[in-house]
């Protein structure tokens, strides 16, 4: 069992940054390929990001390449996603979530998720 808490949600103009945190209980936190997802209103949920047990492979959305990086600290069992150059169109509630299988980018494959945290980017 994997219990995880998003954290690090806010309002931020476009071209701002955030970064987001993703807190996990349990000591199989680092058995777990782990992810972000987000949620726009109407939309469905997105795949964001997504990086391996060890850290050292990630897979990302072409959405956010090359402005968004997903990194793991296993020490203190939570995952991180930094957002730079932030768009209005990524405003949204983001999701983190833990999987077996790496690299999945479908909600399906995915055990675990957090409560998950807003994002607003203003323009």
């Known amino acids: 069992q994997v219990q995880l808490v998003d954290t690090g949600g806010g309002l931020v103009q476009a071209g701002g940054s955030l970064r987001l945190s993703c807190a996990a209980s349990?000591?199989?936190?680092?058995?777990?390929?782990m992810g972000w997802f987000r949620q726009a209103p109407g939309k469905e949920r997105e795949f964001v990001a997504v990086?391996?047990?060890?850290?050292?492979?990630?897979y990302s959305g072409d959405s956010v390449k090359g402005r968004f990086t997903i990194s793991r600290d296993n020490t203190k069992n939570t995952v991180y996603l930094q957002m730079n150059s932030l768009k209005p169109e990524d405003t949204a509630v983001y999701y983190c979530?833990?999987?077996?299988?790496?690299?999945?980018?479908?909600?399906?494959?995915?055990?675990?998720w957090g409560q998950g945290t807003q994002v607003t980017v203003s323009s």
């Open positions: 979530a833990a999987t077996r299988y790496f690299p999945r980018t479908t909600p399906p494959y995915y055990d675990y």
């Open positions: 349990g000591r199989t936190f680092s058995s777990y390929a």
């Open positions: 990086i391996s047990v060890s850290g050292g492979s990630i």
